[in-house]
Nanobody, 112 residues
Framework: QVQLVESGGALVQPGGSLKLSCAGS????????LAWWRQAPGKEREFIAG????????AYADSVKGRFTISRDNAKNMLYLHLNSLKTEDTAIYYC?????WGQGTQVTVSS
């Protein structure tokens, strides 16, 4: 059974940084392309960043390009999202995704 468990969400001030983690199990992690998505209050879920099984980023949303970095550690079955220069509009629940499977999400709130 595919399991994706996100962690690392927090309340952070504008301009701050955060690192999100996603632990994967129940599937061949090192063979899977993965992605981060987010859903802000009152908005649809949107794609943030994708990464190949080898660790090469595939794409970033224009809204986060240059500020967020996706990475992974296949030895640990972990996916990461490094968030820098955070803005209030980055407030959302962040999800990791593999195929049609989603984690439960982790809340990021950017506020002074």
């Amino acid at each position: 059974q595919v399991q994706l468990v996100e962690s690392g969400g927090a309340l952070v001030q504008p301009g701050g940084s955060l690192k999100l983690s996603c632990a994967g199990s129940g599937f061949s992690f090192s063979s899977s392309h993965l992605a981060w998505w987010r859903q802000a209050p009152g908005k649809e879920r949107e794609f943030i960043a994708g990464i190949t099984s080898r660790g090469d980023p595939t794409a970033y949303a224009d809204s986060v390009k240059g500020r967020f970095t996706i990475s992974r550690d296949n030895a640990k079955n972990m996916l990461y999202l490094h968030l820098n220069s955070l803005k209030t509009e980055d407030t959302a629940i962040y999800y990791c995704k593999r195929g049609e499977s989603w984690g439960q999400g982790t809340q990021v709130t950017v506020s002074s």
